[in-house]
Structures are given as structure tokens and as C-alpha cells.
């Protein structure tokens, strides 16, 4: 094994190891219960609709930044707070490689619990309606999405630990408020990265869901190169940082 | 073990600090500092807060010095990462991952700095750790976290091992074996760097001392030499009695003592021969009809001696 792969590997066993991922695990139940909801009050013929409206939204502004946002904050943050940074940094290796390491590792883990989140909702619309195609794009979308959270929150959580009231700030002041009520603000939204894959990987998605878009259009290649440019700068600005300033 | 250039450095040094000071905000931590270390072991030793961490860290690559160079083994470690193939850091602090057993732990450690896990069994042998390997660390006492940590460095075999107040919180039994680990890496040429404010455990450790008192080198040399210079310091003493007038003039009369002063804790008696007040003590009080009830001397602190020391310097 690496020390990469290792890094990675103890990364996720302690991220995802902690009694608060069952607290957001309820809290991922949520778009299917929503999901699980309206599979009760609607026919079959619309639901693929609904689950765009509702679940979806649901999974986009509450549970995929949260999540991310919470994990991404405690990756390279409470290493740092606890002491072990050490552990990690005095090593034979380049900064930029611990930085990678702990930004994969949060990203799996955000994605891990996101995703299927999203999945458990889009079965229950597969189960109810006979519609599976959504399971593909809610896959990649909250990939999209919760990398872009992951490199961003990676920093700050590293560089203060108000990292997730921050994030909890940002989601409902920047995300949900200012980009949603200044169209040019959505070219500067995390979520709607995801949203942008999502969009273009589904048939005719509802205005509900191109409304945050404003005038970004769908696209997954556009939304993947956004995101690796955002891991990139993440790894790079954070090693940069780390080579000038105390480590502990 | 030193160098004709002074106590502080140390001959085939493979860690040089020169004019090292590091502040954080208005507080300066090390002032000044310019010291080497090199194969056997150096104890680093100093009362709580003196600097020894801060000093520590910057020879290791944590903390950048405010002012001054840190080389280890030629480079600038903060530059040149293949440095941590060759150091290994205990911190005082808890710096160990809780979920994870003691065994993988050290296995952790081994991969990250680029040697075989397998090395792990050895290196929890050699802190006896054996028993307690599979176990999830966060059920380890403190001593064992200590061992576990020391554990964590060996396995890399690095040739130089930093350790910062190793000792802290191991039973005596844990200490001696420590202790012979240290001691046993040092005879195979590593440089082992050692901080501690227990001098005492820096006299079984240690060939070389160097002291630090309020971020500054107040002594260097061999034990028996810091030992030496300790030798002429005043002590002080706190009496409880009923009579502190008349006791603390009838003190004065005696030979080496230097003043006292009544205060809110009982007499103070500042003097340069212990033993003879101690000695003395009794038949005074006897003789004045007073009563003692405590005799406590107040400069076996660290802190002071070190104290003394800087203002001697």
C-alpha cells in the first residue's frame, strides 16, 4: 500500500467512523422521504417530475452542502485542532500530496453519504413509477457537487474552526439568497455545478430545477472542469499556505 | 561531546539551530537561540513554558522561525521533505488517531514515512506494547499513548529522534525501558533529542544538557557540569513558626544564611548552606521556645535554578 492510498484509506475510516454521520444520515433520509411522500399523493405519470422538484431540490440546497460542507471542515481542520497533524506532514512526501490525499478522502466520504441519499430516493421512484433513469445523474451530479463543496471547505476548515458555521452562512447568505436573486451571481454557486450535470443528463428537466440555473447551461464536461480546476486550486493554494505558516 | 566553538554545539552535528528566535504576537517564545546536536542523546531541559516545545517544533519543521536558520542533516526541513526519511517526531501532545488499534497505528506510521509495515511488530516490541497492539488506542492509558507514539517513530529508524517530554505519564517500570530504548539508539549513532523538565530524568537519559529558561540557552554542557554550576545557588527556604521574629533573627546569626523575611506564608530564609539550617533548625527553637511547624524549601523548583542561571550568564 502507498502512504497515499493509506492516507486516504484511514482518511474515510475516520471521517465516516463518528457518531455525527448518523445524524446526517437522518438527515440524508430526507429526499426519500419527501420522495416516499409524494409517491402517495401522485400517480406514476408524474412522479419522474416531481422527483426533480422535490427530492432533488431537497438533496441540492439541504443535504448535499451540509453534508459536505461538515465533513470537508473536520478532513484537514481537526487533524490540525487535535495534534495530528504531525503525523501527516513530518513525512518523506510533498505537502500537495497530504492535501490531495485528505481532499479525495473527504470527497468520498461526502459523496459516499450523498449520494446515496440521492440513490435511496431514486429507487424509491424506480420502485414506484418503473423510471430508473434517474439513478445515473443523481450519481455523478452529487459527485460534481459535493467535490466542489470538498475543495472549498477542505481550506477553510483548515484555516479556522468556525469552518462549518461559515459553510452554514454561505449555504443560506451566498447560495440560496444572493445567487438565486442575481442570475450572474449562479456562475459562483457550488451547488448548482451539480445541478448543471444533472440538468443535462435528464430528459426534460423541470423549471423548478433550470430556474437556479439562471443562464448557466447544462453541461457535464463544463461542470467536471469547473470542479478540477477548484480541487486543483484547493491542493495548490493550501500546500502554498501550509509551506509559509506554522503547522500547528 | 562538544566542540571547541562552545557547550551548546555539539561535534558531527546533524542538527544546527543558529540565532533561532520565534515570537508569537508580543510574546517571545525562543530569543535568540543558537545551539547543535549530534549523535548520543541531548537532553533539552527546562521548566514548563520555557520553550523547549516552541524550540522543538522548529527543529522539526512545524513552526517557522521568526528569525534565524533550523538545518537537519544540511537542509532546511520545511524545504526538503526526504529530511523526515531520516527525523521523527514524538510531540507531547495526544497525537495518535483513537479508532485505530496500536498495531495499525504504528503500521500507519511505517508506510507514511516510506518504510515496510511490517517493521511495526518490532517496534511495538521494543516498547512492549505487545500485549495491548490490537487493541483501539483510545482505550490505552497514558503511558502506553506515550509508547505508542514512540513506537510510531522508531519503526522508521530515523537517525534523528526528536522527543519531547517522552516520559510524561509512564509508571517507572515504562520509563526504565524507554529509557534503554533511548539509550540503545543512541549507542548505534542516531541523535536523540530529548526535552524534559525533570532533571532527574534528564540525568538518566542524557550525555549532554542544554537548559532553557524563558526562551533563552541558560546552561550547556555535560550533566555532571550543569550539576556543578547548580552547586552555588542560594536556596531558599519557607519556615512555619509561632515566633518568626525572634526565629528570624536568631537564623540570621548563622553562617550562609543570607536574609529573611516575614510574610503571609511563614519566614523566608535565603541560604547558601542548606543543610546547616536544617542542621541548626531544632536547637534554636528549642532554645527560644518557639514552635515549627513547617520546613519546605522553595528553590528545588526547576524554574528557579534555571532563573539563576540566566542572570549568572
Given at each position: 500500500m502507498t502512504a497515499f492510498t493509506a492516507m486516504v484509506r484511514v482518511s474515510v475510516g475516520q471521517l465516516l467512523g463518528r457518531k455525527w454521520v448518523i445524524l446526517v444520515g437522518l438527515v440524508g433520509l430526507l429526499p426519500t422521504i419527501v420522495m416516499f411522500a409524494?409517491?402517495?399523493?401522485?400517480?406514476?405519470?408524474?412522479l419522474a417530475t416531481s422527483f426533480q422538484e422535490g427530492p432533488m431540490m431537497t438533496l441540492f440546497l439541504i443535504v448535499l452542502p451540509l453534508t459536505s460542507i461538515l465533513v470537508a471542515s473536520l478532513a484537514l481542520g481537526e487533524e490540525r485542532r487535535e495534534g495530528t497533524l504531525p503525523i501527516l506532514l513530518l513525512r518523506p512526501r510533498r505537502r500537495e500530496v497530504v492535501v490531495a490525499a485528505k481532499l479525495l478522502a473527504a470527497w468520498l466520504s461526502a459523496w459516499l453519504l450523498t449520494g446515496a441519499s440521492g440513490v435511496l430516493a431514486a429507487v424509491v421512484l424506480g420502485?414506484?413509477?418503473?423510471?430508473?433513469?434517474?439513478?445515473?445523474?443523481?450519481?455523478?451530479a452529487t459527485g460534481v457537487s459535493a467535490l466542489a463543496y470538498v475543495a472549498v471547505f477542505l481550506v477553510v476548515g483548515y484555516l479556522t474552526k468556525w469552518a462549518v458555521i461559515i459553510g452554514a452562512a454561505f449555504l443560506f447568505v451566498w447560495e440560496t439568497g444572493l445567487a438565486s436573486a442575481v442570475d450572474a451571481l449562479a456562475n459562483v454557486s457550488l451547488f448548482r455545478i451539480g445541478l448543471t450535470a444533472f440538468a443535462a443528463m435528464v430528459d426534460g428537466a423541470p423549471s423548478t430545477l433550470r430556474e437556479p440555473l439562471a443562464a448557466l447551461t447544462p453541461g457535464v464536461w463544463g461542470a467536471l472542469a469547473k470542479v478540477a480546476v477548484l480541487s486543483a486550486a484547493a491542493v495548490g493554494g493550501l500546500s502554498f499556505l501550509m509551506g509559509r505558516r506554522d503547522l500547528t | 561531546m562538544t566542540s571547541d566553538s562552545g557547550p551548546a554545539l555539539a561535534r558531527d552535528a546533524t542538527v544546527e539551530v543558529r540565532g533561532v528566535s520565534k515570537w508569537f504576537g508580543q510574546?517571545?517564545?525562543?530569543?535568540?537561540?543558537?545551539c547543535s546536536f549530534g549523535p548520543g542523546i541531548t537532553g533539552l531541559l527546562g521548566p514548563n513554558g520555557a520553550g523547549k516545545t516552541t524550540l522543538l517544533r522548529m527543529v522539526t519543521g512545524l513552526l517557522v522561525p521568526s528569525?534565524?536558520?533550523?538545518?537537519?542533516?544540511?537542509?532546511?526541513?520545511?524545504?526538503?521533505?526526504q529530511v523526515y526519511r531520516e527525523m521523527a517526531l514524538v510531540p507531547e501532545d495526544d497525537a495518535v488517531y483513537p479508532a485505530l488499534s496500536g498495531r495499525r497505528f504504528v503500521e500507519y506510521a511505517a508506510v507514511l514515512a516510506g518504510r515496510p509495515a511490517s517493521g511495526a511488530e518490532a517496534a511495538i516490541a521494543e516498547v512492549g506494547l505487545e500485549g495491548a497492539q490490537h487493541r483501539p488506542i483510545a482505550g490505552y492509558s497514558k503511558g502506553m499513548r506515550q509508547r505508542v507514539k514512540v513506537a510510531a517513530a522508531l519503526v522508521a529508524r530515523p537517525r534523528v529522534l526528536v522527543l519531547d517530554e517522552p516520559l510524561n505519564g509512564t509508571d517507572p517500570v515504562q520509563r526504565a525501558g524507554l529509557i534503554a530504548t533511548f539509550r540503545g539508539m543512541a549507542a548505534e549513532g542516531h541523535t536523540?533529542?530529548?526535552?524534559?523538565?525533570?532533571?532527574?530524568?534528564?540525568?538518566r537519559m542524557a550525555d549532554r544538557v542544554l537548559a532553557i529558561v524563558d526562551g533563552k540557552l541558560a546552561a550547556a554542557g555535560d550533566v555532571a557540569a550543569i550539576r556543578g554550576e547548580m552547586r552555588d545557588?542560594?536556596?531558599?527556604?519557607?519556615?512555619?513558626t509561632d515566633g518568626m521574629r525572634e526565629l528570624a533573627a536568631a537564623l540570621m546569626g548563622l553562617d550562609g544564611?543570607?536574609?529573611t523575611s516575614i510574610g503571609d506564608k511563614g519566614l523566608l530564609v535565603e541560604t547558601a548552606d542548606l543543610p546547616a539550617v536544617g542542621t541548626a533548625l531544632p536547637r534554636i527553637a528549642r532554645d527560644l521556645g518557639v514552635r515549627v511547624t513547617q520546613?519546605?524549601?522553595?528553590d528545588e523548583s526547576l524554574e528557579s535554578v534555571f532563573r539563576y542561571l540566566v542572570r549568572r550568564r
Open positions: 409524494l409517491t402517495r399523493t401522485q400517480g406514476s405519470a408524474r420502485g414506484a413509477s418503473g423510471e430508473w433513469g434517474m439513478v445515473g445523474p443523481v450519481i455523478v | 510574546k517571545v517564545a525562543v530569543s535568540d537561540v543558537t528569525d534565524g536558520e533550523v538545518t537537519v542533516l544540511g537542509h532546511d526541513p520545511r524545504r526538503t521533505p536523540v533529542i530529548v526535552s524534559s523538565h525533570v532533571l532527574a530524568e534528564v540525568e545557588i542560594p536556596y531558599r527556604v519557607r519556615i512555619g544564611v543570607i536574609s520546613f519546605e524549601p522553595e
